[in-house]
């Protein structure tokens, strides 16, 4: 499974963004999706997940703040963003989790929150 995420872009503090995530290939059926973050100088470290049902898991940093979706039909995942931080800034990733190995990370999607 190729996974591309996408959506990034640079926010003010306080701002909202939605990436996205899209899967293709062959055997598309992960169970549970995460979204995945990784900072400058720090590990990569799941910020939300979602079961193909509709359950959600969230990090205390992007409790009230993030919702994560998924679209079964479209083999897509997507993360809404809001009052967004500084510290929100990463690279964000999309995967299976908790995470196999089996599919690569990809480049993932740069969201920078700067005034």
């Known amino acids: 499974v190729q996974l591309q995420a996408s959506g990034g872009g640079l926010v003010q503090p306080g701002g909202s963004l939605r990436v996205s995530c899209a899967a293709s290939?062959?055997?598309?059926?992960?169970?549970?999706m995460g979204w995945y973050r990784q900072a400058p100088g720090k590990s990569r470290r799941l910020v939300a997940s979602i079961t193909r049902d509709g359950k959600t898991y969230y990090a205390d940093s992007a409790k009230g703040r993030f919702t994560i979706s998924r679209d079964n039909a479209k083999n897509m995942v997507f993360l809404q963003m809001n009052n967004l931080k500084p510290e929100d800034t990463a690279v964000y990733y999309c995967?299976?989790?908790?995470?196999?190995?089996?599919?690569?990370w990809g480049q993932g999607t740069q969201v920078t929150v700067s005034s």
């Open positions: 290939g062959s055997g598309i059926s992960i169970n549970v």
């Open positions: 995967n299976d989790w908790p995470y196999t190995g089996i599919n690569s």
